[in-house]
C-alpha cells in the first residue's frame, strides 16, 4: 500500500475546458492532500466553479485528468460519485419538501435504506440543528438554515471528498459562522476533505489549511495561507495576496453569466 | 434492477409529496378539459358534424379528452425540471450514484400517478355531463393503466425536450408548437378514417393515438378501439423506452 497518491485525495493534472471560445481553465495541475479544508479562490469567471463541476462528474473535461479518491472522474465516474458530496453554488435543497424528506431522498439516491437509513437521516437532522423544525417545509427556512440542510444532504453517505461552491455567498454573518462551524466539524470527526471555492477572504482565514488562487482558467499560486502572506512580507493580509497573485480587486464584476449566477444565488436565500 | 427501483421509488415519492402540499398546479390543469367537454363537446354533439358511429359526440369525445388532459399536463414536468435546473437541484441528483434512467423514470412515475389523479377528475366531469361511462372492473383496470403508461411517455418526452432546450423561454415556445400538432394529429377528437392520408400516416406514429384509441374501447359504453389493445400498449411501451433511453443520456447536460 505504498501508493504515492495515497495521501492526496483530489488529483488534477492539466486539466482544460474550452467553452466555444472561452477557455474557462487552462492546464490547473493541482493537489490536495487528505483531512485539509482546501480553497479555490479567484475573482469571478476565473473558473472556480467549472474545476469543481469537473470533479463532481456533473462536466467532461476538454483535455487533461483528475482522480478523485484514487479514482478517475472521466473513467469510473460512479465511483467517484460513491465517494464525494457537492453543494452546489445555486439552491439544491427543494423548498417545497421539508428537511426530512430531503435528507430521505439523498439517502436514498445514495444507496442508503432501512434502519441505517433512519439513523443516518436523525443524525443529519441534528448534525444541521434542525431537528425542530424537521417537518415544515424548506421554504420556510432562512438562508444559513437552508445552507447547513444542504451540507447534511451532501454528507450523508459519509463522503471522503466534500465539495462546497461558494457555500456562504449571501449569507449574514452570524448564518455564515453556523456554516463554518459545520465545516470544521466534518473535518476533525470524520477527516472529510473540503474543497470550497469563495472569495471571502475572512473564510479563507477561519477555514483553510491550503487554498489556490485561480486568475483567468490559469493556477495563479498555492500554498498555505501562512506562506503566502510571508512571501509578500510581514505586514501582508490575505487580501493582499489575493490582489498580488490575481492581479485584481476582489470585486472585479465578471460578465452578466456570473452576476446572474450570484445574484440568483443571493436572491434565493431572502 | 432493485437499486434502480429504490431509486426510483425515492424520486417518484418526494414528487407525490410536493403534488400532496400543493395540488393548485394539478386542479387548475383539470379545469381545461372540463371546458373542452362542456363547451366544444356539447357543441358538437348538437351538430352532428363528426361521424362518430352509434356514439354521441360528447361520449366519442371525452376518452380524447382525458388523453388530451395527459398530454398537456406532461408540459408541466419539463417547466419543473428546467426550474430545478436554474436552482441547482439538478446538479445535486446528478452527483449521487443514482442510475441516470431512475431519476427519469421517477419522474414518469409520479407523472402515471398524477395521471390517475386526473382521470378521476376527467370521469368526474364525465359523469356530470352525462357522459356513459362503463362502470366494468376489466375496462376500468384498462383505462387506468392507459393513463398511466400515457403519462410516463409524455412526462418524459416534456422532460427530454426541457433537456434539449434548457431554459423556460424556449421550452415554452416549443412546448405549444409541440403539444397543439400531437393533439390534432391524432384521434382524439376525431376519427382516423376521417383525416387526410398524409394526416392519418402522421397519425399513426402519435402515440396520442394509441392512448385513445385504448381509452376509447374502455372508457365508455358502445366505444370500440381500432388496433388490438396488446398492440396499442406495445406501441406506447416501446416509445416510452426509447424516450428513457434518450432522455437518460441527454438530462445530465443540463448540469453544465
Ligand atoms: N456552460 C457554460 N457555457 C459557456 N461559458 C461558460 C459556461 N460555464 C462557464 N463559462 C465561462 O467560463 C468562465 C469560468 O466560469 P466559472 O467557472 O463559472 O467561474 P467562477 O466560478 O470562478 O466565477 C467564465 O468566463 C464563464 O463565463
Ligand atoms: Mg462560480
Known sequence: MADPNDNNAIITVDLTKHFDQVTALDRLSLKVRSGLIFGLLGPNGAGKSTTIKILTTLLDASSGSATIAGFDVAKSPIEVRRRIGYVPQLLSADGALTAIENLNLSARLYGLHGGELKVRVSEALSFSGLDTVANKPVKTYSGGMIRRLEIAQATLHYPEVLFLDEPTIGLDPVARKTVWERLKDLRRSRRTTILITTHDMEEVDVLCDELAILDRGRLAVTGSPGELKSRLGAQASLDDVFVHFSGSVMEREGNYRQIRENRSAIHRLE | ?256
Do not use: C
Open chain 2, 1 to 256: 434492477m432493485l437499486r434502480f427501483a429504490r431509486e426510483s421509488l425515492a424520486i417518484a415519492s418526494a414528487e407525490m409529496h410536493k403534488l400532496v402540499r400543493d395540488p393548485t398546479e394539478m386542479f387548475s390543469r383539470a379545469i381545461q378539459p372540463v371546458l373542452w367537454l362542456a363547451i366544444f363537446g356539447q357543441v358538437f354533439s348538437r351538430v352532428r358534424g363528426i361521424p362518430t358511429g352509434n356514439l354521441n359526440y360528447l361520449d366519442y369525445m371525452a376518452p380524447g379528452i382525458l388523453a388530451q388532459s395527459i398530454l398537456f399536463s406532461a408540459i408541466f414536468y419539463g417547466i419543473a425540471v428546467i426550474w430545478e435546473r436554474d436552482l441547482g437541484i439538478v446538479h445535486k441528483l446528478l452527483v449521487t450514484p443514482a442510475h441516470r434512467s431512475a431519476l427519469i423514470g421517477g419522474k414518469a412515475l409520479a407523472a402515471g400517478l398524477r395521471g390517475l389523479v386526473q382521470a378521476i377528475v376527467v370521469y368526474g366531469v364525465a359523469v356530470i355531463l352525462k357522459v356513459n361511462i362503463r362502470w366494468e372492473f376489466l375496462p376500468i383496470l384498462t383505462a387506468a393503466a392507459g393513463v398511466f403508461i400515457g403519462s410516463g411517455v409524455f412526462s418524459t418526452f416534456s422532460l427530454l425536450i426541457a433537456s434539449i432546450v434548457k431554459t423556460r423561454e424556449r421550452f415554452m415556445g416549443i412546448g405549444q408548437v409541440l403539444t397543439m400538432p400531437l393533439f390534432f394529429a391524432s384521434n382524439a377528437i376525431y376519427p382516423l378514417e376521417l383525416m387526410p392520408d398524409w394526416l392519418k400516416s402522421i397519425a399513426i406514429f402519435n402515440p396520442l393515438t394509441y392512448l385513445v384509441d385504448v381509452l376509447r374501447g374502455s372508457m365508455i359504453v358502445g366505444g370500440v378501439s381500432t388496433f388490438p389493445v396488446i398492440t396499442s400498449f406495445g406501441v406506447m411501451g416501446l416509445v416510452f423506452l426509447i424516450l428513457l433511453a434518450l432522455a437518460s443520456k441527454i438530462y445530465p447536460g443540463l448540469a453544465r
